[in-house]
C-alpha cells in the first residue's frame, strides 16, 4: 500500500548509494519504539509520539524494518538482511536537549552515534566540513516549516574504541552520582554529540483537526484571548496560525521578537508598542508615546489602541521576557494584540506563560493540550483541557476535562460552560434572598417576644432548608437555561457576562439581601396588621401565637416558591414535580403536625392539634396570603419587566428574536395550510360557468360529431380544437346561449 512520488529516491535505496541508507538506518535504529508481531505475521509499531512512529515506519517502507529490540540489541532487517546491531546507550530527549542519540556498534564492530533533533540545536554541533550540504538542508528546512511541517534534522559521529571506553566508564559513574546526576550526564551527553555529519532532514504533516479554524474564530468573538504556546519552528508556527485563522492578511502588523539578548528583546517590544501607539494616534485616538512609561500606566494606554496586531515571539527570546524586570511590559504588549504565538518554547516556559497571565491580568485561564510536554501548563491553569488522540494519555490525566477533538472545546464554552454559569449565579442570588427572607422573619418577631429565644414552629425552622425549599432550587442549579444550545452557538457574545462577572458580584449579592429583607418586613408585618382586628368565623379573635405562626410560614413558602418560578427560565418535569411537589409536602407535613395521631403518640412534641386546619379554613387567613403573595411578588416583576423594556440584556434579545421566529413559522404553517386548502377548491375539475348540459341534450352539437372525430384522429390531444376553428372560422368559444360559434 505503500506510495512515494519521488522516483530518484527510490532508486537511490535500489542502486545502494550509502548516504541514504544511512539516512534510513538512522530512522530505524534511533528511536524508543517498540514493536510487535501479530498472529498473522503484521507488524505493529508502539511509538511514545506520532512524529516517531511515523519515521520507523517510513523507514520500513524504504526497506530498512525494524524488527524488534532487547535492553542491548536492535534487530533491523534492511532490504531484506537481518542486521542485529549491538545497543551501547540511548541519549535520551528531554525538552531542554531537544534532541536524543542513539550508540550502537554494527556487525563489523564500528561503533557509531545516531542523533536526531531540532534544527537550531543540532546544526550547531555539526562539522564545518559540511557547510554546503547544511545550507541545503537550511533552505529545505524553512520550505517545509513555511508549510506548516515539523521538522527534524539527522547527523551521525563515528566514535573511536577508546574514546567510547573512557566516555562509558564516565557515564556510568555520573549515573550511580548521588548529587547533581543530571548535570554531570547532560555534561556528558553535549561532549559527545558535537562534530557531527549531517545525513538529512526530515518533515511531517501535523493535521489541524477538523473544526479548530471555526472554533477559533467563534471563541474568539466571544472575547475570549487566545494564544498558542508550541514547541515547532516559528515558520511551522507561523503557518498553522494562518491556517487556523488566527493570524490573517487583513492585520494591521504581525510583530516577530527573536532577540538573543535582553537589550535586544526589550528594543523589540518597545518598538513594537511604539508602531502600535503611532498608528492608533494617526488614527484619532488623541494620545503620544512616552518612551519611559510606568507600567502601572502601560495598561490603560494599550488599552487605546486601535487596529488588529499579532505578536509571535521565539522561546529564547521569551526566555529574557520572562524575567522579573520585563514580565510586565512583555504581558502588556502581548495583551494589546489579537493573536500571540509563542513557539520553540520549553513546558516550563508554558507554564510560566499561564502564570504570568494569572498573576497581573486577574483572568480566568483554561489550557488545552494533547500531549506530556502539555502537562505543567494544564496543571498550572485554573482549567485544564486534555485531548485524547494519537499523543497518547498524559494530557487528559493530568486535566478536568477531556475530550477527543479540539472542535468540542467551542460546545464546552458557550454552552455548558456558560448555562454552568448561569445557574451557580441564580442559585446563589436565590439561595440568599430566600434564607433572608426566611431569617429576618425571625428578627422581627424578636422584638415581639422581647428576644426570649422564643420560636415559631421548630420543626419548620428544621424543614425549611431540608424539605420545602431544597429541591426546586436543585433542580433550577441542574437543568435551567436562558437560551437554547443553538443559540449559545450563533451568538458568542451570550458569553461575556460571565468573564465580566455580571450575574453574581456585590451588587447582585446586596440587592438579594435587600430583596430577602424587604420579603420579610412585608411577610410578617402584614399578616400581624391583619391579626390585630381579625375575627373568625365564629366571632373569636383570630390572632394566636400558633395561628399567626402557620400563616407567616404558609406565606413564605408560598413566596419562595413563585420566585423561583419566576427565576427558572427553562421548565422541564423535573422543575414542575419539585415546585408543586415541595408545595404539597409543605401542606401535608402541616396537617400531620397538627394531627390527633401524632398527638397521641408525641404528646409533648405535637401539642397543638388542629390549629392548621382551623387557620387554613379561615377566609381572612388565605386573603392574607394573597395580599402579602401579591405584595412581595408584584414588585419584582414590575421590575423585571421595566428592565426587559428599557434595557434588555443580549440574552432577553435572542430570547425575543426566538420567539418572533416562532411566530413567523407558526403564521407560514398556517399560510401554508390555507394555501394547500385554497389550491384544492380552485383546482376544481368542472368549471363555474355555466357549462355545456343543455347544448348536448338539445342535440344540436350531434352535427359536429363527426367533424370532431375526424379531426381527433388526424391530430390526437387538443390538436383537433384548432382543426375545427381553421376548418370553420370560429374562435373556439362559447356564445352567449351557450352554443359554439360556427
Same mark, same amino acid.
Given at each position: 500500500?505503500?506510495?512515494?512520488?519521488?522516483?530518484?529516491?527510490?532508486?537511490?535505496?535500489?542502486?545502494?548509494?550509502?548516504?541514504?541508507?544511512?539516512?534510513?538506518?538512522?530512522?530505524?535504529?534511533?528511536?524508543?519504539?517498540?514493536?510487535?508481531?501479530?498472529?498473522?505475521?503484521?507488524?505493529?509499531?508502539?511509538?511514545?509520539?506520532?512524529?516517531?512512529?511515523?519515521?520507523?515506519?517510513?523507514?520500513?517502507?524504504?526497506?530498512?524494518?525494524?524488527?524488534?529490540?532487547?535492553?542491548?540489541?536492535?534487530?533491523?532487517?534492511?532490504?531484506?538482511?537481518?542486521?542485529?546491531?549491538?545497543?551501547?546507550?540511548?541519549?535520551?530527549?528531554?525538552?531542554?536537549?531537544?534532541?536524543?542519540?542513539?550508540?550502537?556498534?554494527?556487525?563489523?564492530?564500528?561503533?557509531?552515534?545516531?542523533?536526531?533533533?531540532?534544527?537550531?540545536?543540532?546544526?550547531?554541533?555539526?562539522?564545518?566540513?559540511?557547510?554546503?550540504?547544511?545550507?541545503?538542508?537550511?533552505?529545505?528546512?524553512?520550505?517545509?516549516?513555511?508549510?506548516?511541517?515539523?521538522?527534524?534534522?539527522?547527523?551521525?559521529?563515528?566514535?573511536?574504541?577508546?574514546?567510547?571506553?573512557?566516555?562509558?566508564?564516565?557515564?556510568?559513574?555520573?549515573?550511580?552520582?548521588?548529587?547533581?546526576?543530571?548535570?554531570?550526564?547532560?555534561?556528558?551527553?553535549?561532549?559527545?554529540?558535537?562534530?557531527?555529519?549531517?545525513?538529512?532532514?526530515?518533515?511531517?504533516?501535523?493535521?489541524?483537526?477538523?473544526?479548530?479554524?471555526?472554533?477559533?474564530?467563534?471563541?474568539?468573538?466571544?472575547?475570549?484571548?487566545?494564544?498558542?504556546?508550541?514547541?515547532?519552528?516559528?515558520?511551522?508556527?507561523?503557518?498553522?496560525?494562518?491556517?487556523?485563522?488566527?493570524?490573517?492578511?487583513?492585520?494591521?502588523?504581525?510583530?516577530?521578537?527573536?532577540?538573543?539578548?535582553?537589550?535586544?528583546?526589550?528594543?523589540?517590544?518597545?518598538?513594537?508598542?511604539?508602531?502600535?501607539?503611532?498608528?492608533?494616534?494617526?488614527?484619532?485616538?488623541?494620545?503620544?508615546?512616552?518612551?519611559?512609561?510606568?507600567?502601572?500606566?502601560?495598561?490603560?494606554?494599550?488599552?487605546?489602541?486601535?487596529?488588529?496586531?499579532?505578536?509571535?515571539?521565539?522561546?529564547?527570546?521569551?526566555?529574557?521576557?520572562?524575567?522579573?524586570?520585563?514580565?510586565?511590559?512583555?504581558?502588556?504588549?502581548?495583551?494589546?494584540?489579537?493573536?500571540?504565538?509563542?513557539?520553540?518554547?520549553?513546558?516550563?516556559?508554558?507554564?510560566?506563560?499561564?502564570?504570568?497571565?494569572?498573576?497581573?491580568?486577574?483572568?480566568?485561564?483554561?489550557?488545552?493540550?494533547?500531549?506530556?510536554?502539555?502537562?505543567?501548563?494544564?496543571?498550572?491553569?485554573?482549567? &485544564? +483541557?486534555?485531548?485524547?488522540?494519537?499523543?497518547?494519555?498524559? @494530557?487528559? %490525566? !493530568?486535566?478536568?476535562? *477531556? $475530550?477527543?477533538?479540539?472542535?468540542?472545546?467551542?460546545?464546552?464554552?458557550?454552552?455548558?460552560?456558560?448555562?454552568?454559569?448561569?445557574?451557580?449565579?441564580?442559585?446563589?442570588?436565590?439561595?440568599?434572598?430566600?434564607?433572608?427572607?426566611?431569617?429576618?422573619?425571625?428578627?422581627?418577631?424578636?422584638?415581639?417576644?422581647?428576644?426570649?429565644?422564643?420560636?415559631?414552629?421548630?420543626?419548620?425552622?428544621?424543614?425549611?432548608?431540608?424539605?420545602?425549599?431544597?429541591?426546586?432550587?436543585?433542580?433550577?442549579?441542574?437543568?435551567?437555561?436562558?437560551?437554547?444550545?443553538?443559540?449559545?452557538?450563533?451568538?458568542?457574545?451570550?458569553?461575556?457576562?460571565?468573564?465580566?462577572?455580571?450575574?453574581?458580584?456585590?451588587?447582585?449579592?446586596?440587592?438579594?439581601?435587600?430583596?430577602?429583607?424587604?420579603?420579610?418586613?412585608?411577610?410578617?408585618?402584614?399578616?400581624? &396588621? +391583619?391579626?390585630?382586628?381579625?375575627?373568625?368565623?365564629?366571632? @373569636?379573635? %383570630? !390572632?394566636?401565637?400558633? *395561628? $399567626?405562626?402557620?400563616?407567616?410560614?404558609?406565606?413564605?413558602?408560598?413566596?419562595?416558591?413563585?420566585?423561583?418560578?419566576?427565576?427558572?427560565?427553562?421548565?422541564?418535569?423535573?422543575?414542575?414535580?419539585?415546585?408543586?411537589?415541595?408545595?404539597?409536602?409543605?401542606?401535608?407535613?402541616?396537617?400531620?403536625?397538627?394531627?390527633?395521631?401524632?398527638?397521641?403518640?408525641?404528646?409533648?412534641?405535637?401539642?397543638?392539634?388542629?390549629?392548621?386546619?382551623?387557620?387554613?379554613?379561615?377566609?381572612?387567613?388565605?386573603?392574607?396570603?394573597?395580599?402579602?403573595?401579591?405584595?412581595?411578588?408584584?414588585?419584582?416583576?414590575?421590575?423585571?419587566?421595566?428592565?426587559?423594556?428599557?434595557?434588555?440584556?443580549?440574552?432577553?434579545?435572542?430570547?425575543?428574536?426566538?420567539?418572533?421566529?416562532?411566530?413567523?413559522?407558526?403564521?407560514?404553517?398556517?399560510?401554508?395550510?390555507?394555501?394547500?386548502?385554497?389550491?384544492?377548491?380552485?383546482?376544481? @375539475?368542472?368549471?363555474?360557468?355555466?357549462?355545456?348540459?343543455?347544448?348536448?341534450?338539445?342535440?344540436?352539437?350531434?352535427?359536429?360529431?363527426?367533424?370532431?372525430?375526424?379531426?381527433?384522429?388526424?391530430?390526437?390531444?387538443?390538436?383537433?380544437?384548432?382543426?375545427?376553428?381553421?376548418?370553420?372560422?370560429?374562435?373556439?368559444?362559447?356564445?352567449?346561449?351557450?352554443?359554439?360559434?360556427?
Amino acid at each position: 500500500r505503500f506510495q512515494f512520488w519521488d522516483a530518484g529516491l527510490l532508486e537511490a535505496v535500489k542502486l545502494g548509494d550509502p548516504h541514504v541508507h544511512e539516512f534510513f538506518r538512522l530512522l530505524s535504529l534511533c528511536h524508543t519504539v517498540m514493536s510487535e508481531e501479530k498472529s498473522e505475521g503484521e507488524l505493529y509499531y508502539k511509538a511514545q509520539s506520532p512524529d516517531e512512529g511515523a519515521l520507523v515506519t517510513a523507514a520500513r517502507n524504504f526497506g530498512f524494518v525494524f524488527r524488534s529490540r532487547t535492553p542491548k540489541t536492535i534487530t533491523v532487517h534492511e532490504l531484506g538482511r537481518a542486521i542485529t546491531y549491538q545497543l551501547l546507550a540511548i541519549l535520551d530527549f528531554n525538552n531542554i536537549r531537544k534532541r536524543m542519540s542513539v550508540i550502537v556498534r554494527g556487525p563489523e564492530g564500528k561503533i557509531r552515534l545516531y542523533c536526531k533533533g531540532a534544527d537550531t540545536i543540532l546544526l550547531e554541533r555539526l562539522r564545518p566540513a559540511s557547510q554546503d550540504l547544511t545550507n541545503v538542508t537550511t533552505d529545505h528546512l524553512n520550505e517545509y516549516a513555511g508549510e506548516g511541517l515539523r521538522t527534524l534534522v539527522l547527523a551521525y559521529k563515528d566514535l573511536e574504541e577508546s574514546y567510547y571506553e573512557d566516555w562509558s566508564e564516565r557515564l556510568r559513574r555520573a549515573s550511580g552520582a548521588p548529587e547533581a546526576r543530571e548535570d554531570r550526564l547532560a555534561r556528558l551527553y553535549e561532549e559527545v554529540e558535537h562534530d557531527m555529519t549531517l545525513l538529512g532532514a526530515t518533515a511531517i504533516e501535523d493535521k489541524l483537526q477538523q473544526g479548530v479554524p471555526e472554533t477559533i474564530a467563534i471563541l474568539t468573538l466571544a472575547n475570549i484571548k487566545i494564544w498558542v504556546l508550541t514547541g515547532d519552528k516559528q515558520e511551522t508556527a507561523v503557518n498553522i496560525g494562518y491556517s487556523c485563522k488566527m493570524l490573517t492578511d487583513d492585520m494591521t502588523e504581525v510583530f516577530v521578537v527573536t532577540g538573543h539578548t535582553v537589550l535586544e528583546v526589550r528594543e523589540e517590544l518597545r518598538k513594537a508598542r511604539e508602531k502600535m501607539m503611532d498608528a492608533s494616534r494617526s488614527m484619532g485616538n488623541g494620545f503620544s508615546y512616552q518612551e519611559k512609561l510606568s507600567s502601572s500606566k502601560l495598561t490603560s494606554v494599550l488599552e487605546a489602541i486601535a487596529g488588529e496586531y499579532a505578536l509571535v515571539i521565539n522561546g529564547h527570546s521569551l526566555a529574557h521576557a520572562l524575567e522579573a524586570d520585563m514580565e510586565v511590559e512583555f504581558l502588556e504588549t502581548a495583551c494589546a494584540c489579537k493573536a500571540v504565538i509563542c513557539c520553540r518554547v520549553t513546558p516550563l516556559q508554558k507554564a510560566q506563560v499561564v502564570e504570568l497571565v494569572k498573576k497581573y491580568k486577574k483572568a480566568v485561564t483554561l489550557a488545552i493540550g494533547d500531549g506530556a510536554n502539555d502537562v505543567s501548563m494544564i496543571k498550572t491553569a485554573h482549567i &485544564g +483541557v486534555g485531548i485524547s488522540g494519537q499523543e497518547g494519555i498524559q @494530557a487528559v %490525566l !493530568a486535566s478536568d476535562y *477531556s $475530550f477527543s477533538q479540539f472542535k468540542f472545546l467551542q460546545r464546552l464554552l458557550l454552552v455548558h460552560g456558560r448555562w454552568s454559569y448561569l445557574r451557580m449565579c441564580k442559585f446563589l442570588c436565590y439561595f440568599f434572598y430566600k434564607n433572608f427572607a426566611f431569617t429576618m422573619v425571625h428578627f422581627w418577631f424578636g422584638f415581639f417576644c422581647g428576644f426570649s429565644a422564643q420560636v415559631r414552629g421548630r420543626y419548620f425552622i428544621t424543614l425549611y432548608n431540608i424539605v420545602y425549599t431544597s429541591l426546586p432550587v436543585l433542580a433550577m442549579g441542574v437543568f435551567d437555561q436562558d437560551v437554547p444550545e443553538q443559540r449559545s452557538m450563533e451568538y458568542p457574545k451570550l458569553y461575556e457576562p460571565g468573564q465580566l462577572n455580571l450575574l453574581f458580584n456585590k451588587r447582585e449579592f446586596f440587592i438579594c439581601i435587600a430583596q430577602g429583607i424587604y420579603t420579610s418586613v412585608l411577610m410578617f408585618f402584614i399578616p400581624y &396588621g +391583619v391579626f390585630a382586628d381579625a375575627t373568625r368565623d365564629d366571632g @373569636a379573635q %383570630l !390572632a394566636d401565637y400558633q *395561628s $399567626f405562626a402557620v400563616t407567616v410560614a404558609t406565606s413564605l413558602v408560598i413566596v419562595v416558591s413563585v420566585q423561583i418560578g419566576l427565576d427558572t427560565g427553562f421548565w422541564t418535569a423535573i422543575n414542575h414535580f419539585f415546585i408543586w411537589g415541595s408545595l404539597a409536602a409543605y401542606f401535608a407535613i402541616l396537617f400531620a403536625m397538627h394531627s390527633d395521631g401524632l398527638f397521641q403518640m408525641f404528646p409533648n412534641q405535637f401539642r397543638f392539634v388542629g390549629n392548621a386546619q382551623n387557620t387554613l379554613a379561615q377566609p381572612a387567613v388565605w386573603l392574607t396570603i394573597a395580599l402579602t403573595t401579591v405584595v412581595c411578588i408584584v414588585p419584582v416583576v414590575a421590575f423585571r419587566f421595566l428592565k426587559l423594556d428599557l434595557k434588555p440584556e443580549l440574552s432577553d434579545t435572542v430570547r425575543y428574536t426566538q420567539l418572533v421566529r416562532k411566530k413567523q413559522k407558526a403564521q407560514h404553517r398556517c399560510l401554508r395550510r390555507v394555501g394547500r386548502a385554497g389550491s384544492r377548491r380552485s383546482g376544481y @375539475a368542472f368549471s363555474h360557468q355555466e357549462g355545456f348540459g343543455e347544448l348536448i341534450m338539445s342535440g344540436k352539437n350531434m352535427r359536429l360529431s363527426s367533424l370532431a372525430l375526424a379531426g381527433f384522429a388526424a391530430r390526437p390531444g387538443a390538436a383537433w380544437i384548432e382543426t375545427l376553428r381553421k376548418k370553420k372560422g370560429s374562435d373556439g368559444s362559447p356564445g352567449a346561449d351557450g352554443t359554439l360559434k360556427v
